[in-house]
């Protein structure tokens, strides 16, 4: 313990000083006082340290602690609480005697160490419920949450629970590599292979267009049937739309049979791909999957106008060629005719340009939204003649590397809640170095970053006028983002929301109504169905006073009422989870005397994957052990577990010396003492007259 100060300990010679000058010229600078030497002696030193404590506390006097703490070695037990874990024939068993083991494991290992409790499926939890209820399985993250979570910890060992099946996320063994301490393994479930005819996978475009041809693919797997046949079908309701027969050629045998759908009109439509139970089957519930198409009346028809080659253009085209809600057509400007075809988005890369095609009079007056994308090759005086809005005073040649920077107010769409940070790490854009003037009605989405200096001015722009909706890239070299995005993610998901979002933001016409309802039209099972409503009033002013009511209506007749909640300005209904199928719903409030109603539907994707596989994995659970000097054991051996563990040598508690600064400034009993001697010194003062 001791006492350290912000400021040089060679100022607490400038307070002692002060105390002794203050002292001397209030008590023995005038000798003709008859008071007892003694008594002035007493009085000067009272000052004196009145005066010392209150000037050595302006050099931020802070108190050292050293305190030293015994830590207990960490247990971590990880159990999988998937309903496939109960899916086997001794599920019984394990739903009654496998939490007992736990707890008589548990029980051994308090007595040494400290023992934390997760379970993992499609969400991790802190506790273990035994309910076996989660309907997917994410063992890798619940992996790298352990290693983040007590990455600074006494951690002495980290114990699985699992049958090893995985349907979301990464590979487990990859994700425990990171992990330098022991992992136990208790291997659940049952590996033994038994007859099964099964739909492994259904592939299929889930959003398609009115007139199509749609084409389902179904991957079913066969096992333990050589020689046998059965019938995959395609159905509608009850309904047979198509029928295929398949053979097991092999004691385990994968067929893709192919159906094909004619979108014949706008809608949401189930579907189901069944095979038919084979003799001797044991898991019937694997034997059909539902899947939901929504048809649309048309794509959102998109041109990309250029005057000369650039990668940009090819990465912006497979952005938007990944979504089926688009149509992109590509052009140079000399054959793009915006009259002969209609377009709900027209993108001008680096157009007008400096190469003399300034001359956009066609596609300006046409009406379409427009997105620009500017660059080396823009003519930068032509762009500010075209009046869009933003307006750029800059000198020819003269470009800086600029990051994005999020703008938090941004209102017109939402990005994922990684996003924003992901971008910030992205390589600079070349953007026109100069002054950024933009109009009224601009809503930035991304701010010009330079270094650690985020300017005002925009990177991703977009404005709204009476007739058209404007956006504005002001940097190019975009390629250089996706690429960015698949180096650190394995994907281009990010890169590609983002362009998706913003042309679809641009070319989706203006919703002109008072009252607005916002939704997906399609949810998984496990997540909460959540919807967004904008009221305005005759001036087109958001307001939020009136209640907005909406009845949930599902397959079978059956109604759920909700209010929504009021925001800041607009409304929220988070309506909890639904079971699957398809859902209706009708919103409705009053204004006054008018009364605004919208309509819509959605549906609600079952998740069955914890039903397909039942056959344990057990060689994974074993791998993950072994690499990491621990053991896989069954359960009826989980309590050996705690006989290997406490026989390790390096499974200790270790001593933790930390050090504690407390500000002496703030202590109460200092302020007490400054005041006792002040006070002391004044009764003293004025008894003696002085």
Known sequence: ??????????????????????????????????????????????????????????????????????????????????????????????????PQMINRLIDRLEKKCEVKVFTFGEKLSNHFPGDFKDKETDMASFIEEMETRFSNRNTGALIIASDGLYNKGTDPYYSARKIDYPIYTIALGDTTRKKDALVQKILVNKTVYKGDQLQVEAITEVDKLSGSKTMVRLLEGDKVLSEKEIRATYDRTVTKTTFSIHAEKAGHFRYTVDVAPVEGEVNLKNNRMDFYVEVSETRQKIALVYDAPHPDIAALVKALEGSPRFE???????????????????????????????????????????????????????????????????????????????????????????????????????????????????????????????TRDPLLVFIREMQRKTGVLTGENIWRWRLANYAQENNTEAFDRLINKTVHYLAVAEDKSLFRITAESRFDENDPVVMEAELFNASYELINDPEVDITITNSDGRNFPFVFSRTNQSYFLNAGILPPGNYTYVASTRVGQNRYEKKGIFFIEPINAEFYNLVADHPLLYRIANSHEGKMVYPAQTETIADHLLQRDDLKSVAINERKFSDLTGAPWLFVLIVALLTLEWIVRKREGL
Request: one cysteine or more; proline letters at 7%; hydrophobic letters at 45%.
């Open 1 to 98: 313990m001791g006492i350290v100060f912000e400021n040089p300990a060679i100022y607490l010679v400038i307070c002692l000083l002060a105390g002794v000058v203050y002292a001397f010229l209030l008590y023995f600078f005038d000798k003709k006082r008859k008071t007892s030497p003694r008594l002035i002696l007493f009085l000067a030193v009272l000052r004196f340290l009145a005066v010392f404590l209150i000037s050595a506390l302006l050099l931020s006097p802070m108190i050292r602690r050293n305190i030293k703490s015994i830590e207990k070695p960490v247990i971590i037990i990880g159990i999988d609480n998937s309903s496939s874990v109960v899916q086997t024939p001794d599920s019984a068993s394990v739903r009654v005697q496998f």
């Open 328 to 454: 992109i057509s590509l052009f140079s400007l000399k054959e793009f005719n915006p009259v002969k075809d209609h377009y709900n988005l027209i993108i001008l890369y680096q157009l007008p340009s400096i190469a003399g095609v300034a001359d956009l009079k066609k596609i300006t007056e046409s009406g379409t939204s427009l997105l620009y994308v500017l660059g080396s090759n823009s003519d930068i005086n032509a762009f500010n003649n075209l009046k869009t809005g933003l307006i750029i005073t800059a000198k020819p040649d003269n470009f800086n590397d600029v990051q994005p920077s999020f703008n938090p107010g941004f209102s017109l769409f939402t990005l994922e809640p990684n996003d924003p940070p992901l971008f910030s790490k992205f390589p600079p854009l070349q953007a026109p170095f100069g002054l950024y003037q933009s109009a009224a009605t601009a809503e930035i989405l991304f701010f010009q970053r330079t270094g650690s200096v985020i």
